[in-house]
């Protein structure tokens, strides 16, 4: 079993910054790709940025430029730097990865984290 365990969310006003973390735990071998969604109220989950075990990113247009995501492989964790947060960014984030079975070497599952809700408003 893997766990995915997401902090840092919170009320910022715009223009402010948070930092998101997630930390990874379980029968993991390996992770594959990291990432975070959001989903707003009446929207559907959005890919907001991914990372490769390799470091290669990605990430939706409306972040770029405002938000960074990095990975730290020797604690399995992925974070999301978040700045000049926008109310639009106002949505739940899901911390995601592909995680490469300890106990099934080769078999790739994927995991959620329970979310964390940030908040832009003033």
């Known amino acids: 079993q893997v766990q995915l365990v997401e902090s840092g969310g919170g009320l910022v006003q715009p223009g402010g910054s948070l930092r998101l973390s997630c930390v990874a735990s379980?029968?993991?071998?390996?992770?594959?790709?990291m990432g975070w969604y959001r989903q707003a109220p009446g929207k559907e989950r959005e890919l907001v940025a991914a990372i490769t075990s390799g470091g290669i990113t990605d990430y939706v247009d409306s972040v770029k430029g405002r938000f960074t995501i990095s990975r730290d492989n020797a604690k399995n964790t992925v974070s999301l730097q978040m700045n000049s947060l926008k109310p639009e960014d106002t949505a739940v984030y899901y911390c995601?990865?592909?995680?490469?079975?300890?106990?099934?070497?080769?078999?790739?599952?994927?995991?959620w984290g329970q979310g964390t809700r940030v908040t832009v408003s003033s």
């Open positions: 379980g029968s993991i071998f390996s992770i594959n790709a």
């Open positions: 995601n990865a592909d995680v490469t079975s300890a106990q099934a070497m080769g078999v790739v599952y994927e995991y």
